[in-house]
């Protein structure tokens, strides 16, 4: 459904670490999934994104994994960087059932916090 | 090419003014999509919209609340007769196509509104 007022969950990573974000999602019909880093006073900045028909794919310094059975997407982080410190959303495209346009969720987020 | 431009990137309003909340999409994009963020929480779907249309509004309060997004010029998300309760951040984001068709959101850097 909607995302919801939660407080953020956080993760506390060394720098040089990897770090995985974790995400449910909320609908299996959905096909077509985002992660997107907010940075302080800014807007969400696209990371990386995955079509429900694959269940893994990388980038520079990432890698999304989906696992459709139990609905949850994971992000990767290698080597994670002081730069990395923001916060995450997992977005997720729910396609049209009596519409004809989609619609994109947000999922509550995490906090990711790189210890020097 | 520019990205998401919103302005004002602050807006302070007393309660049962007007707010107005512009925003100019990516270059050759014409889906347009509201989102509200309160503090330490998620973004909630408002609205969408393509050029001159509204497409799906069902996250848009139906009382106070309008948006647009006319042939020439920005959208427009307004707020009339503000609240405390309206004060948030408003981000806007666009894409080139249906999300489905793997065409993410950009967003902007967004606009932080505050009543007094």
């Known amino acids: 459904g909607e995302s919801v007022g939660l407080h953020l969950p956080t993760l506390s990573v060394q720098e040089g670490d990897n770090s995985i974000i974790n995400c449910a999602y909320s609908?299996?019909?959905?096909?077509?999934f985002i992660w997107y880093k907010q940075e302080s006073g800014k807007g969400p900045q696209f990371i990386i994104d995955?079509?429900?028909?694959?269940d893994k794919r990388q980038g520079q310094r990432v890698t999304v994994l989906l696992n459709k059975t139990v609905k949850h997407l994971s992000l990767q982080i290698a080597a994670t960087q002081p730069g990395d410190s923001a916060v995450y959303f997992c977005?997720?495209?729910?396609?049209?059932?009596?519409?004809?346009?989609?619609?994109?969720?947000f999922g509550p987020g995490t906090s990711l916090s790189v210890i020097p | 090419n520019a990205g998401v431009m919103q302005n004002p990137r602050h807006l302070v309003r007393r309660r049962g003014q007007e707010a107005r909340l512009r925003c100019s999409p990516m270059?050759?994009?014409?889906?347009v999509y509201w989102y509200r963020q309160l503090p330490e929480e998620g973004l909630k779907f408002m609205v969408y919209?393509?050029?001159?249309?509204?497409?799906?509004e069902s996250g848009m309060p139906k009382e106070r609340f309008s948006a647009e997004f006319p042939k020439e010029g920005p959208s427009i998300l307004r707020i009339q007769q503000v609240v405390r309760g309206d004060s948030a951040a408003y981000f806007c984001?666009?894409?080139?196509?249906?999300?489905?068709?793997?065409?993410?959101?950009?967003f902007g850097n967004g606009t932080r509104l505050t009543v007094t």
């Open positions: 977005a997720e495209n729910i396609p049209p059932l009596k519409t004809s346009y989609d619609k994109v969720i």
């Open positions: 995955i079509r429900s028909n694959m």
């Open positions: 270059k050759g994009h014409s889906h």
């Open positions: 984001a666009s894409s080139l196509d249906q999300v489905r068709d793997n065409s993410p959101l950009h």
């Open positions: 609908n299996s019909a959905s096909d077509y």
């Open positions: 919209l393509q050029k001159e249309n509204i497409i799906d």
